[in-house]
């Protein structure tokens, strides 16, 4: 009797109030900082990385036409390293503008997807379709043989040369994967490294595709780009 009287009594009511609104307190807070997170986590992503359909054949065998990469984007030269895929903004230069004139929106040259080869300062040169690097070190120029698994070479790599060339202050030096594809890419025509008389700039990087994008490149093209289109 006594227990049925605590019940119905003012001060049983209002304790059970305070119980079940500090517990629906603490699922809206939960619902809150959960929302927070994504939200966040959205905010920095869409900062940070961006996202790239290949087209072309320039890369092959690590990257094929239409795969569908995430890109990090870069704002300077420290941000890259040698052997990084890099995204390339090549819109704005007038080779480009040129040979983008009459043509559809989606057929318009924008991008170049590479890999970077070489950095400001380096000095490079390719002999029987080995790439040598010289860099400057703390006891001056070292020299090093490119260890490139990536490259590919349809009919044998001894044909493919060029002589050296230094990278400039601000200048990158880069090349498709597959180099029976552009027999010299280093020039524009090829869709390589050079624009006739110069180098691309370290401005002119867009992104790198981090290692991560390309080992779980199926996953995220299903994750991520199911809806990406060109």
């Known amino acids: ?7 119905n009594s003012e001060l049983f009511e209002e304790r059970f109030q305070w119980k079940n609104k500090r517990s629906n307190n603490r699922f809206i807070a939960t619902c809150l900082a959960f929302l927070a997170l994504i939200f966040g986590f959205r ?3 869409t900062q940070t990385f961006g996202g790239i359909v290949v087209d072309g054949s320039s890369m092959l065998q690590t990257l094929f036409d239409e795969d569908k990469l995430v890109v990090r984007y870069v704002d300077d030269v420290t941000d890259l390293r040698r ?13 480009v503008i040129e040979s983008n004139a009459g043509r559809l929106e989606q057929d ?24 040598y690097i010289w860099y400057q070190g703390e006891s001056g120029y070292r020299t090093e043989p490119l260890k490139e698994d990536y490259a590919y070479y349809r009919n044998g790599k001894e044909h493919y040369n060029f002589a050296e060339y ?6 990158i030096f880069f ?3 597959n180099r029976q594809n552009s027999i010299d890419s280093r020039y524009q025509e090829f869709g390589g490294s050079h624009l006739t008389d110069r180098l691309y700039k370290v401005k002119d990087v867009y992104g790198v595709v981090p290692e991560w994008a390309l ?6 093209e299903i994750v991520l780009f199911h809806d990406f289109s060109k």
């Open 166 to 171: 230094e990278v400039g202050e601000g200048e």
């Open 1 to 7: 009797m006594e227990n049925k009287q605590l019940e």
């Open 215 to 220: 080992e779980y490149k199926a996953i995220l």
């Open 83 to 95: 052997g990084d895929i890099i995204i390339v903004d090549v819109q704005h230069y007038p080779e």
């Open 175 to 177: 090349l498709g994967d």
């Open 43 to 45: 905010a920095y992503w």
């Open 108 to 131: 318009k040259t924008k991008y170049l997807i590479k890999r970077l080869i070489a950095l400001p300062g380096d000095k490079v040169k390719c002999v029987e379709g080995n790439v």
